[in-house]
């Protein structure tokens, strides 16, 4: 049996926790530290921030934020949000995240994905990869949250990412993102049987039966979900949760 790694993905707004449809609609839900605390007692494998205007407002994430979290959380986790520089790169890891998140600046620079490989390890370096379907069929890669096309092909650009020095890609499905109707196997799968390093299924998620597809389906490496670790029913009443342990073995 496989017990793959299952990852809740944080969106951050303006230091809120915040959870989008699409890639719009944005819903509070609350305080990120908070969920941080009730992670940990549910033992999450590990934890993703994403601040998801950082980009598009040209900042970095709060480095008093990944502080917090690194006071809080009892298990690794990432970080993302306007990484540009080496700098950034350093100046989170040292307020105790594990890895950064890398998604728009790749596409500006992809020579930084290497730069920072050499300096911090491969191991560190995510990139997050923003996938939208075509009107007519196939995949463009997204940028900007969501709001640049960046006219490049999925496939190829994980393995350029892949080539320069990703550790690891996560591949998000724009149009999946909030459904809660399962992932974009086809994508994940695209994706995964083109790399050799780990593909994170990210976009739809809404039951273990969508995880167990992801793995079995998408050759998924590992899982992450948002809206499936902080909804609750049909109604989708906020309540963080996390599936036990005992469901996480296919």
């Not at 839900?29 to 598009?56: C, H, Q, R, Y």
């Not at 993302?80 to 350093?90: F, L, Q, R, V």
């Amino acid at each position: 049996m496989f017990r793959p790694r299952v990852i809740p993905v944080l969106l951050l707004k303006n230091l809120g926790l915040v959870k989008s449809v699409h890639f719009k609609d944005y819903r509070y839900i609350g305080d990120p530290i908070n969920a941080v605390k009730i992670f940990n007692d549910l033992k999450a494998d590990e934890l993703i921030f994403l601040d998801i205007t950082a980009s598009k407002d040209d900042r970095l994430i709060s480095l008093d934020f990944v502080k917090n979290v690194g006071d809080e959380a009892n298990m690794p986790f990432s970080v993302g949000g306007g990484i540009k520089t080496i700098h950034d790169i350093k100046q989170i890891l040292n307020s105790g995240a594990e890895k950064v998140v890398i998604n728009t600046s790749v596409f500006e620079n992809p020579g930084f994905i290497k730069e920072a490989a050499d300096v911090f390890g491969s191991s560190t370096i995510v990139v997050c990869i923003d996938v939208k379907k075509k009107f007519l069929g196939g995949y463009l890669v997204y940028t900007k949250e969501g709001l640049k096309n960046t006219g490049e092909n999925p496939v190829e650009y994980a393995k350029l990412v892949e080539e320069m020095g990703a550790g690891e890609i996560i591949i998000q499905s724009i149009d999946k993102d909030g459904t809660m109707e399962g992932y974009d196997i086809n994508l994940i799968r695209m994706v995964s049987e083109n790399v050799a390093i780990p593909v994170v299924a990210l976009g739809g998620a809404g039951s273990i039966s969508h995880f167990k597809d992801a793995i079995d389906k998408g050759l998924a490496s590992a899982i992450a979900a948002g809206s499936m670790f902080v909804y609750h029913g049909a109604r989708k009443g906020v309540l963080i949760n996390y599936p036990d342990e005992r469901e996480l073995y296919f």
